[in-house]
């Protein structure tokens, strides 16, 4: 007995070759590659200016923003990483991907914060919006490495385009979310006191809703860390690409070096974004009173500690 696919047969793959190969890409690939303009001179300003900036000068201002948002330990955790960063040979590459995320994150938050304010404001948008998100954040990312290098070439900004599309819905959702969440006595308050539609938004349900974007952003800056690796297939470099030739070669020791910098590098930048998220403020001593924290007795510490 035939199969109901004996029967009826649906050409879906040559649908979609049709519609990418024959028609978008002769279309519209001058369009798409023309959006390649800002990315590129954002990721080439600031990989410029990473690398050129000194190791040691790099690491203590880093390692000063972490002290100053999440505290002595962060701070502590970030020196001795990048100083081992740097000691396995792998500088360069670790602000390459760092130019990479940074402009990644740029563009997402560019895209999905007026995304997702725009979604949170209108139920018909969110109904648009939503089934696009759940597509982009289930499809696997190798799926549309093909189109976004049929219309975008290969290399650095192509890589940082793919990784734009696989971090953006979390931004974008988790932005809807927290301002569909303020109160919404506190909304009619501010309507009550005379406030426009704009004054709302930016004076009350933004600020009530920045905890829960910036854990948006936080997501969408480990998912961007995650695609690292993946863009060097299609000739992005830093780190993914340290690991991707290790993985090529058998090279077990350097495919470990770029993962354990990776995963370095992603630590110190979720602790910072998780730190700025939190509703509080880090209390910052004197550099003599950190170091002195050092050698305090526990009973000491732990009393200081319940009466702060």
Known sequence: MPSPGDLLTIPFSDWINFLVRDWLVPNFRPFFRSLQWPITQVLNSLDALLQATPMLLFTALLAFVAWRTAGRG??????????????????????????????????????????????????RTYAVVRPILDIMQTIPSFVYLVPIVMLFGVGMVPGIIATIVFALPPIVRLTNLG??????????????????????????????????????????????????????????????????????????????????????????????????????RVHTTSLWATLRGYFRPAHEAGRLEKAG
């Open 179 to 280: 301002i569909r969440n303020v109160r919404g006595d506190l909304v009619e308050a501010a309507y009550a006191f005379g406030s426009t539609p704009r004054q709302v938004l930016w004076d009350v349900q933004f600020p009530l809703a920045l905890r829960t974007i910036m854990a948006g952003l936080n997501q969408t800056l480990m998912l961007a860390l995650s695609m690292v690796v993946i863009t060097a297939l299609i000739g992005a470099g830093g780190l993914g690409l340290t690991v991707y030739t290790g993985l090529g070669r058998l090279d077990v020791g350097n495919a470990t070096a770029g993962g354990v910098g990776i995963v370095l590098l992603a630590i110190i930048l979720d602790r910072i974004t998780q730190a700025l998220g939190e509703d509080r």
């Open 74 to 123: 962060v701070a502590i955790f970030t020196l001795i990483a990048l100083a081992f960063i740097d000691m396995i040979g792998l500088w360069p590459e670790t602000m390459t991907t760092l130019a990479m995320i940074v402009t990644a994150v740029f563009f997402c938050t560019l895209i999905g914060v007026p995304l997702g304010i725009l979604a949170a404001r209108s139920d």
